[in-house]
């Protein structure tokens, strides 16, 4: 079975950092285009940010110049680092992706269970 785990949330104060991992486990050989997507309370999910297999990145512009988005593609891992974080990025934090199997089928749209972060004034 294969699935998107995320790690890394945490309670954290105003201005600081956070560093968010999403491990695509299971029987796959890889990973392609990734993102991560949030979903504060009573909000709906929005981007974050994405990369593409060629390495191309786009960012909401809520989090432009402060989140960076990064993959091991060795690892099958996606990362998120954010840094001056605000109160307004309290949220549950979604890995989403495509992956290829190990049987060379594409899975595409998969979601992982989420992680919190939330940043206190």
């Known amino acids: 079975q294969v699935q998107l785990v995320e790690s890394g949330g945490d309670l954290v104060q105003a201005g600081g950092s956070l560093g968010l991992s999403c491990v695509a486990s299971?029987?796959?050989?890889?990973?392609?285009?990734m993102a991560w997507y949030r979903q504060a309370p009573g909000k709906q999910r929005e981007l974050v940010a994405r990369?593409?297999?060629?390495?191309?990145?786009n960012y909401a512009d809520s989090v432009k110049g402060r989140f960076t988005i990064a993959r091991n593609d060795i690892k099958n891992t996606v990362y998120l680092q954010m840094n001056s974080l605000k109160p307004e990025d309290t949220a549950i934090y979604y890995c989403h992706g495509d992956t290829i199997t190990l049987r060379g089928d594409l899975l595409d749209n998969l979601w992982g269970q989420g992680t919190q972060v939330t940043v206190s004034s």
């Open positions: 299971g029987s796959i050989s890889s990973i392609r285009d």
């Open positions: 990369i593409t297999s060629a390495l191309q990145t």
